[in-house]
């Protein structure tokens, strides 16, 4: 009689294991998910359809959906100046707080990562797709500067050409910042917010609530 288990079975069970394992390992993420970006409101009615009504604001809507080997970020822009231009950037820090409040917020964006332009259309929309490593991972690092691996978890997109601001609000001309390929883009126009649980970005979907402060399980 043969009491060791055939090799078919021995492969089933060992299938089963590491399907179990796999879905115990991912069973905090999220294979899709939605949120909005916020305007920075010193430069809304810069990127307005229609400045003196702000009863239907300018929209950014996100939505990612996570892939095998990379993810899929949709970004969709609503009431819109037309023809506006943007430049869409992952980064580590939030302009705000999750309350939507700048108060106490990061001072700067920390480490950013180019992700697309955008280009506001004459019916005030636009849409942009990126493919790449995004929910749970998305990282950069430096070992030359002693930069170690660091997440860029929130979503924005700064304003192209400074001067769609300058000849909107700002008297004296508003200061450059480097988010475009020119190193000479407007001020931030939208971004997402951290969550109020976690202070982490939307881009993680399964916080490790294990370490202080909280990180994100890859």
Request: charged share 15%; with cysteine; proline share 10%.
């Given at each position: 009689m043969n009491l060791w288990p055939s090799k078919?079975?021995?492969?089933?069970?060992?299938g089963l294991l590491l399907a179990t394992s796999a879905a115990q390992a991912h069973a905090g993420e999220s294979s899709?998910?939605?949120?909005?970006?916020?305007?920075?409101?010193?430069?809304?009615?810069?990127?307005?359809?229609?400045?003196?009504?702000?009863?239907r604001p300018p929209r950014a809507d996100v939505t990612v959906i996570r892939g095998k080997l990379n993810d899929t970020l949709k970004l969709r822009l609503h009431d819109f100046k037309p023809n506006l231009a943007f430049d869409l950037f992952t980064v580590e820090n939030s302009a705000f707080n999750a309350d939507g409040s700048s108060e106490g917020a990061p001072a700067n964006r920390g480490l950013a990562w180019y992700q697309s332009d955008i280009q506001v259309g004459p019916d005030g929309t636009a849409t942009v797709k990126v493919r790449t490593i995004l929910l749970d991972q998305i990282f950069g690092f430096d070992p030359a500067v002693?930069?170690?691996?660091?997440?860029?978890?929130?979503?924005?997109?700064?304003?192209?050409?400074?001067?769609?601001?300058?000849?909107?609000?700002?008297?004296?001309?508003?200061?450059?910042?480097?988010?475009?390929?020119?190193?000479?883009?407007?001020?931030?126009?939208?971004?997402?917010?951290?969550?109020?649980?976690?202070?982490?970005?939307?881009?993680?979907?399964?916080?490790?609530?294990?370490?202080?402060?909280?990180?994100?399980?890859?």
């Amino acid at each position: 009689m043969n009491l060791w288990p055939s090799k078919k079975t021995l492969a089933s069970a060992l299938g089963l294991l590491l399907a179990t394992s796999a879905a115990q390992a991912h069973a905090g993420e999220s294979s899709k998910i939605q949120f909005a970006l916020s305007p920075n409101p010193n430069f809304i009615r810069c990127m307005a359809r229609d400045p003196n009504d702000l009863s239907r604001p300018p929209r950014a809507d996100v939505t990612v959906i996570r892939g095998k080997l990379n993810d899929t970020l949709k970004l969709r822009l609503h009431d819109f100046k037309p023809n506006l231009a943007f430049d869409l950037f992952t980064v580590e820090n939030s302009a705000f707080n999750a309350d939507g409040s700048s108060e106490g917020a990061p001072a700067n964006r920390g480490l950013a990562w180019y992700q697309s332009d955008i280009q506001v259309g004459p019916d005030g929309t636009a849409t942009v797709k990126v493919r790449t490593i995004l929910l749970d991972q998305i990282f950069g690092f430096d070992p030359a500067v002693g930069l170690k691996p660091t997440n860029t978890f929130h979503v924005g997109f700064w304003f192209n050409n400074v001067d769609d601001v300058t000849n909107c609000v700002m008297n004296p001309p508003a200061p450059t910042t480097p988010f475009n390929g020119e190193h000479n883009a407007g001020p931030l126009a939208m971004i997402s917010l951290p969550d109020a649980k976690t202070g982490l970005g939307p881009l993680c979907t399964n916080p490790d609530f294990t370490t202080d402060p909280v990180t994100c399980n890859p």
